[in-house]
């Protein structure tokens, strides 16, 4: 076993919501071992270790952070966490409940999109469920992302700092949102590239939080998953409404 101070559970060939988790260990310079990725049977090792004889919290479904007998799940609750403990939120409770609701507000966002290319059932082959697809993803480029993002951008508006939601300095529901713009980009070339201009502080954030040196030189190395079609953000030209 490594001795790195956390491990991180998550399918191992996808950045899915594992990589809301990355962002925040990469860009705090933590230690972090992201488990399945070492093991030699990958997927099949994620189910064994979630189906294992522990005790203590019982997780639900992948990403699941475990630092020491802590053993953490749900995105938010886990970036929050991980934020908490490397400054990446403020230390006052206000600011935290804050950042707690801008960060299920991300959450929402990234089920509607990945509800695109899956509208009846995570349980069924995008294939199955191709025309309740193509509606589903035409009312979310037309109405759902349009409002999500416009909400973020009047929160950068109202923040008016020189960091992001919260003000001052770039905290964890930053990062989340610089990988939910970056799939939404993948996923909606064209659909995303028509509205991106409506949401300007939220781009200006984007490339800001890709300019952070670690997480630079994290973007760059083989650690960041590419996107593709079996992910949370998925390219499928039909879906892609402008
Ligand atoms: N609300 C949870 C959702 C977790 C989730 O849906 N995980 C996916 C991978 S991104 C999964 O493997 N789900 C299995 C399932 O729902 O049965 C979170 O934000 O962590």
């Given at each position: ?206 490339a800001k939080v890709a300019e952070r040196?670690?997480?630079a ?26």
């Amino acid at each position: 076993m490594s001795d790195a101070e956390y491990r991180l559970h998550y399918w191992p060939s996808i950045p899915g919501r594992g990589e809301y988790v990355r962002l925040v260990l990469e860009d705090a310079g933590a230690e972090y071992v992201d488990v399945v990725r070492l093991a030699a049977d990958r997927g099949g090792a994620l189910m064994a270790w979630m189906k294992g004889d522990r005790t203590g919290m019982l997780p639900y479904a992948p990403p699941i952070l475990e630092h020491g007998e802590l053993v953490l799940a749900q995105t938010a609750v886990i970036c929050r966490y991980l934020a908490s403990r490397h400054g990446l939120v403020p230390a006052n409770e206000a600011n935290r409940l804050l950042a707690d609701q801008l960060q299920l507000t991300v959450a929402d966002l990234v089920a509607e999109a990945h509800d695109t290319h899956h509208p009846i059932s995570t349980g069924a082959y995008y294939e199955d469920q191709k025309p309740e697809a193509r509606k589903r993803a035409e009312a979310f480029l037309t109405q759902r992302m349009p409002k999500y993002l416009g909400f973020f951008e009047r929160v950068l508006e109202r923040a008016d700092g020189d960091g992001g939601v919260l003000g001052a300095a770039i905290c964890y529901v930053d990062l989340s949102l610089f990988h939910s713009l970056e799939g939404l980009a993948y996923a909606f070339p064209k659909g995303f590239a028509a509205r991106s201009g409506d949401f300007p502080r939220l781009m200006a954030l984007r490339a800001k939080v890709a300019e952070r040196p670690r997480l630079a030189a994290y973007l760059a190395s083989e650690r960041r998953l590419p996107f593709s079609e079996d992910g949370l953000f998925r390219r499928y030209p039909e879906l892609d409404f402008v």
